[in-house]
C-alpha cells in the first residue's frame, strides 16, 4: 500500500508488537503462532525453512504431509484474509475461531478426496486429527 501512495501502519495488525513483515506476519507472529500450532503436525517457525519448502517435519508420511500442506496453505490464507479484513473492514476474528473455520476447510476438501476417504475407512482413528 505504500508503494501506492496510501498511509498505513507498519505494526502488525494482527499482534500489534512488530513490524508486519512477511516472517513476521507467517512465522512470528503470536497470533499466527497459535493458528499454525494447531496443525495435527509440527510446523517449523523459522521463516527460512518456509521459503525453502520445509513446511513440515521430514519424517511425517506422505499422506501426514499432503493433509499439512492443506492445513498450512489454509492457515496462511486465513491469516492473509484476516489481516486485510483487519485493514479494511476493522474486523477481528479471534485465533480460536479461526483455529475452528480452518479445519472445517480442511475437512470438508479431505472429504472430497476420495483417496482420503479410503484411507479413513482404513483406519477411522486417523480422521481425529481433524477435529
Known amino acids: 500500500m505504500l508503494r501506492f501512495g496510501l498511509y498505513t501502519d507498519l505494526m502488525c495488525v494482527l499482534c500489534a508488537t512488530h513490524l508486519e513483515t512477511h516472517s ?3 512465522s ?6 497459535i493458528v499454525l500450532n494447531a496443525c495435527p503436525f509440527k510446523v517449523p517457525s523459522i521463516w527460512d525453512n518456509f521459503i525453502s519448502g520445509r513446511f513440515l517435519d521430514a519424517e511425517s508420511n506422505d ?10 496453505s489454509a492457515v496462511f490464507y486465513a491469516i492473509w484474509t484476516e489481516r486485510n479484513n483487519c ?10 475461531s ?4 480452518i479445519k472445517q476447510i480442511v475437512r470438508e476438501k479431505l472429504y472430497s478426496c476420495a483417496a482420503f ?6 483406519d477411522p482413528s486417523f480422521v481425529a486429527i481433524l477435529y
Open 117 to 122: 476417504r479410503a484411507r479413513i475407512k482404513r
Open 63 to 72: 499422506f501426514e504431509k499432503h493433509i499439512g500442506y492443506l492445513f498450512i
Open 98 to 101: 479461526m483455529i475452528i473455520k
Open 24 to 26: 513476521h506476519l507467517f
Open 87 to 96: 485493514i479494511h473492514r476493522d474486523t477481528r476474528c479471534n485465533p480460536s
Open 28 to 33: 512470528h507472529c503470536a497470533y499466527s503462532r
